[in-house]
């Protein structure tokens, strides 16, 4: 039988002393990750001041999205291979977390890299989201004015397990991870929340942005750690 897709997502928390590197790697990794089998789809991102939310960068915090022809692919890549090797030595913590799409929809640079299907029986488990958009630049100011300290309100949310803020380009190219509880929790948050609302709305009115993904995932499996801890430990079977 052949295996499905899969998507994880990577937090790497560096050690004392390796910001330059954790800098460089934005763009050296690029070309050596071209070049892996099986992974259809990455993103190398780095993260704000604030748990991401915040405009000054914080070099001590990246990540990395990834979509994998199959978990085989996955499997390898994390086992033995020289640049995973070189970030774990790079980290003081790693986290990862294994993911199914429920739904997505928008692109990122053209494409949906998680419109796959995955059959998989119904779950009331934890779900991950991630939402991404490139602003528009000259929107950018009443974006950040907006949409950043609500998205930040996300990581105090009832239900949230953890939340971070990412980016492929400071300013201009977001997007916030954050994982759930389960559906319910989240679907609370986005329909009922009134900022939350608001900044939606004006996001449609204003049109900020000229690119923008939603994706929703069922978490598979997680391992490592994230700010010292496992945000979903205790809560996957």
Wanted: glycine share 10%; no cysteine; aromatic share 12%.
């Amino acid at each position: 039988m052949t295996s499905s897709p899969l998507t994880t997502i990577s937090l790497f928390g560096l050690a004392p002393g390796q910001k330059r590197w954790g800098l460089a790697q934005m763009g050296t990794s690029q070309a050596p990750l071209r070049k892996v089998a099986g992974l259809r789809f990455f993103k190398l991102l780095g993260s704000g001041a604030d748990n991401g939310f915040g405009l000054r960068p914080n070099l001590h915090l990246y990540g990395m999205m990834a979509v994998w022809e199959s978990a085989e692919a996955a499997a390898a890549f994390f086992a033995s291979h020289p640049l995973w090797v070189e970030y774990q030595r790079q980290s003081q913590e790693i986290w990862t977390a294994h993911l199914a799409p429920i739904k997505a929809h928008g692109l990122w640079d053209g494409t949906n890299p998680f419109d796959y299907a995955v059959e998989m029986p119904p779950s009331d488990g934890p779900v991950a989201v991630l939402t991404r958009a490139s602003i528009r630049w000259w929107k950018t100011p009443r974006f950040w004015r907006y949409v950043a300290p609500t998205s930040a309100a996300i990581a105090k949310a009832q239900g949230v397990l953890g939340a971070v803020g990412l980016g492929e380009l400071p300013v201009v190219r977001q997007a916030t991870f954050s994982i759930w509880e389960s559906a319910q929790a989240m679907q609370q948050y986005a329909y009922r929340d009134a900022t939350h609302k608001e900044v939606i709305r004006l996001t449609r009115q204003e049109k900020w942005y000229g690119e923008e993904l939603f994706a929703r995932f069922r978490v598979l499996s997680s391992e490592g750690t994230w700010g010292g801890k496992n945000p979903l430990a205790g809560v996957l079977l």
